[in-house]
Each structure stands twice: as structure tokens, then as C-alpha cells.
């Protein structure tokens, strides 16, 4: 996430905006392009009423004369469908980075691409993942007299909601905060056990992140010095959000919302109430602890005593902060502290987008050639040594940011990276974690093509059925070879030379272009 190398880096929000007026009338709204994602996610709607994670027992289609499109060749053909609506949304993100690159178009056209791509997907079967009907039945389990903290969705008596859980989490209790779990209760209090109208609710309430991350960004932009259009390109209309968070969906989006606005309050002197939306966050999900102590130097920062007497204000008032925040959210969930316990769910999951689990791997099959032992003991080993590393680079990290300021943001950012990279357990969406404050950097345009690649690769590690494509080394190495081209083809345009008559400049004609 250097941003000390390679191209000069894009111009500033102002910049941006001067150079998107002297283009207006030239090129005043990227309709063409605009319109070819919105046909894309249209696509994946469509098509995934038979290739998403469709319900077991599906009311709408059921066994009618559309039914067809569940099974067999016909699955097939959605599946085709999806991934092209897919590659529609993709290759119109990177039309839209080049006119946002180019200065030919602001914030507000981004905004507006965002919305008309996101919009189809709010009323998606979920795509790419499962975890909407996880959800729903942690939201069901206290409704029934169960605490969701000890006991799994398979505890449950009601068919609708543990037919659609994936056996894996039926025995696994809630990983997740207690206000997430307000949340569920909330929604299947409205929509009984219907999955459907449990989807849409739940999939609206999790919005709420997304609207709270356009709400921080101008914000983080003012204070880490990035470009507002490119920050909104990449967090909100790139297929991370609009694909994984919103289709899928999953309520990291929630999360990185509340640490988004807080993280922009604290850095605009409003500590108290930046500290208190943080904690929201962690009261979904855990992870956004570990911005806080980050923010801890910012608001030391910004005192007028010595640094150590700054930091212990600071401290000691983000801790009775914290303290209060998080024990309303419990009590106004009518939950315990037993989610702690259950933080470790996740380590069940093994794949090599974690690095440790992934090095485990590779070592295992090395020593395999020789003696044959289990791979739990190699996984296990390399796990440790990955949270010690962790540990290490965090505190690193964290003693960096005692200046405060967007300094200490910025390594918040890489902080919240490291963890979603070297926990034992990862997940593609986890790396949004970091990614939404670090939108608001500055970037570069090899830096920006890097991050289109690792985003369209990120979401087809999963088949838009939610399963694991990890091990399909085939697949994998297509979908890379897709995204490779998909972040080459920010900085050139038709890199294959498909095309003849698309040939848009990728830098603006005025005295403001972007370099």
C-alpha cells in the first residue's frame, strides 16, 4: 500500500473536480458505460434465480415451467449468464476508473454508476455466498428461547431456515457482535420464516454501511490526501461492494461503515462520538477493534501537553467510552458476552487466502513426499507463527502512529490488512476491511491496476453458489489470468486489441490532467 513508488499519482479531489468542469460538455456523463454495468448486474439478477445461492425449497420457481433454470444444462446456462453480467460490471468499472482517471468525469457520475449497479443486486437471490441464511438463522435462534452464542442454527426446529444453512455452520455458534444479532432478530421478528423477504430486509439493513462509507469519504479525503472520485470508484462502485458486500451479503459492510465515519469524526475532532460509532462497529463485528487504539494516537494528537500525558487523556477516555458504548449495544441486544467465546469460529475454515494456512499447505505437501502426516499439524504450526508475526507487525504499526493525524489512519489501514491476510482463517471479503479507509489515500495507477486485479480475482475465488474454487487450480489460474487483464486494461485501453473505435485518451486535454 506504499504509495512512495512507481507513477506519479493521481490528482487531489480539487484537482479532480477542475479538470471534470473544463470536461463537461465534451463528456458530460459516461452513459455507454453506466448503462453496460447496469446490464451486467440486471444479468446476474436474472441469472441468479438459478446459479446464485438459491433456497433449497424455492416458492417462485419452484416446480413450475421455469424451473429448469435450477438444474442441470439449465444451471449451466445461468451460471454462463452470471459470470458474463459479471464481466459486464467489470468491464465497466474499468471504463469508469479511465474517465475518473482521466478527469472526464467527478464523484457524483461514480456515485451514480454505483447506484445504478447496486440497485439490481438489492433484490438478488444472494450471489457468491451463503451467509444471508446464515444470518438469518442466528437471528431466529433467540426468537426460539436459544442463546446464538453457545448452541448452532441446527438446534433449531424450523425447517425453512436450517435447510438453507450450509452444514458446515449448523453446529457453530455466532461468531458476530451483539448489535449484528439485534440486527437479525429485528429482521426475522418483521419476516417470520420466510427466506426471501429475510434476504431483502437483511440485505437493506446492511446498506446502511455502504451510505455510511459515501458519508466518510469526502472526509478521509480531506485528511489523507487522496482523490474523492478514485476513492468512491474504488470503494463503492467496484465489484468488492457491489458484488460481495451487497449481493452476497455480508454485514463486513456494516462494520466498515460505522469504523469509516467514525474514523472520520475522530479525525475531525469529534472524538467522542467517533469513538462511539467504532465501537458500533465492533459491536458487529470484532474486527474493528483493532482501529482503535490507532485512533487513540489521533485524538492524543490533537492535545495540547506532552505526548505521554496526551495519550494517557486519550486512552483513558476512549476506554470508558468503549466501555459504555459496547455494554448499552449488549444490553440492548438482551444478549451476553458469549460471542467472545465463539471468535474462533472462522478458524475452521482452511484455505491459502490465508498466508499461514496457505504456507501450512505447501509445506505438507513438500514433507508428503517423504512420510505421510496429518495436515493439521503443519496448518496448526504455521497458523501460531502467523499470529506472532501478526502481533509483531501490528505493534510495529501501531508505535509508528504515535504522531497521530492521517499518519496513524494510514496505518490503521495496513493494520486491518494484516489481519485479514494473517489470520488463520480468510475470507475474500475480509480484505475490506483495511480497504475502505485506504480508498482515501493517494494512489498510483499501478497501484490502482493491482487493486481492480486482486478485487475481480478476490470474487471469483467463490462460484456464485457460495461454494469454495480455491482448489480448482484450473479455475484459478483462468481467473487470475481474467483479472491480470482486467488491471492492465485500466492503464491501456483494449489491451488485446479487440476493438477499433473505443480508443478514449487515458489522460484529460486540460491544464489540470491528471498525470
Not at 464 to 478: E, K, N, R
Request: some cysteine.
Amino acid at each position: 500500500m506504499s504509495t512512495t513508488t512507481g507513477a506519479p499519482p493521481v490528482t487531489s479531489a480539487d484537482d479532480a473536480t477542475t479538470a471534470d468542469s473544463g470536461m463537461r460538455r465534451a463528456h458530460p456523463l459516461p452513459t455507454r458505460t453506466i448503462a453496460l454495468g447496469t446490464v451486467g448486474s440486471v444479468l446476474i439478477l436474472i441469472s441468479a434465480l438459478g446459479a446464485g445461492a438459491i433456497l433449497a425449497q424455492d416458492p417462485i420457481l419452484g416446480r413450475g415451467a421455469l424451473s429448469w433454470i435450477r438444474y442441470g444444462h439449465g444451471r449451466m446456462l445461468a451460471t454462463a449468464i452470471l459470470y458474463i453480467g459479471f464481466l459486464l460490471v467489470v468491464w465497466a468499472w474499468v471504463r469508469l476508473g479511465r474517465h475518473v482517471l482521466a478527469g472526464r468525469v467527478g464523484t457524483r457520475p461514480v456515485l451514480l454508476a454505483a447506484a445504478c449497479w447496486i440497485l439490481p443486486m438489492l433484490a438478488s437471490p444472494p450471489v457468491f455466498s451463503r451467509d444471508a441464511y446464515l444470518y438469518i438463522a442466528y437471528g431466529t435462534l433467540p426468537l426460539h428461547g436459544y442463546d446464538p452464542f453457545t448452541v448452532g442454527p441446527g438446534n433449531l426446529d424450523v425447517d425453512p431456515v436450517v435447510d438453507n444453512v450450509d452444514s458446515f455452520w449448523q453446529s457453530t455458534p455466532a461468531p458476530y457482535g451483539p448489535l449484528f444479532i439485534l440486527l437479525a432478530k429485528t429482521v426475522i421478528s418483521v419476516t417470520g420464516t420466510n427466506m426471501i423477504t429475510g434476504v431483502l430486509l437483511m440485505r437493506l439493513g446492511l446498506l446502511i454501511g455502504v451510505l455510511l462509507v459515501i458519508w466518510a469519504l469526502p472526509r478521509l479525503v480531506r485528511h489523507l490526501g487522496g482523490s474523492l472520485p478514485v476513492a468512491m470508484w474504488l470503494a463503492i462502485a467496484g465489484p468488492m461492494t457491489v458484488v460481495h458486500l451487497v449481493g452476497g451479503p455480508h454485514n463486513d459492510v456494516l462494520m466498515v461503515g460505522f469504523l469509516a465515519a467514525g474514523t472520520a469524526l475522530v479525525l475531525d475532532r469529534k472524538h467522542v462520538l467517533g469513538i462511539v460509532l467504532v465501537t458500533v462497529g465492533v459491536a458487529v463485528k470484532a474486527t474493528g477493534a483493532v482501529a482503535l487504539p490507532f485512533l487513540v494516537w489521533v485524538w492524543a494528537g490533537h492535545l495540547d501537553s506532552t505526548r505521554w500525558r496526551n495519550f494517557a487523556r486519550a486512552c483513558a477516555c476512549s476506554v470508558g467510552i468503549f466501555v459504555a458504548t459496547f455494554a448499552a449495544a449488549t444490553v440492548a441486544s438482551g444478549v451476553n458476552l458469549g460471542w467472545i467465546a465463539a471468535l474462533d469460529a472462522p478458524t475452521a475454515i482452511v484455505n491459502w487466502l490465508s498466508l499461514p494456512t496457505g504456507a501450512g499447505e505447501i509445506i505438507h505437501s513438500f514433507v508428503g513426499l517423504v512420510i505421510d502426516l496429518p495436515k493439521v499439524y503443519f496448518v496448526n504450526t504455521m497458523r501460531v507463527l502467523g499470529g506472532l508475526l501478526m502481533v509483531i507487525i501490528l505493534f510495529k504499526q501501531w508505535w509508528r502512529a504515535r504522531d497521530g493525524g492521517p499518519d496513524a489512519v494510514k496505518r490503521a489501514a495496513i493494520a486491518l490488512l494484516v489481519v485479514a491476510i494473517l489470520s488463520p482463517a480468510t475470507l475474500p471479503w475480509y480484505l475490506t476491511w483495511g480497504f475502505m479507509l485506504a480508498a482515501a489515500l493517494p494512489w498510483k495507477r499501478r497501484q490502482l491496476a493491482v487493486q481492480v486485479s486482486l478485487a475481480v480475482f478476490l470474487v471469483l475465488t467463490y462460484t456464485p453458489a457460495g461454494d469454495d474454487l480455491l482448489y480448482d487450480w484450473m479455475f484459478i489460474l483462468c481467473a487470475a489470468g481474467v483479472s491480470v487483464l482486467a488491471g492492465v486494461s485500466l492503464l491501456r485501453t483494449d489491451p488485446l486489441k479487440l476493438f477499433t473505435t473505443d480508443r478514449e485518451p487515458l489522460v484529460s486535454v486540460g491544464p489540470s490532467a491528471t498525470r
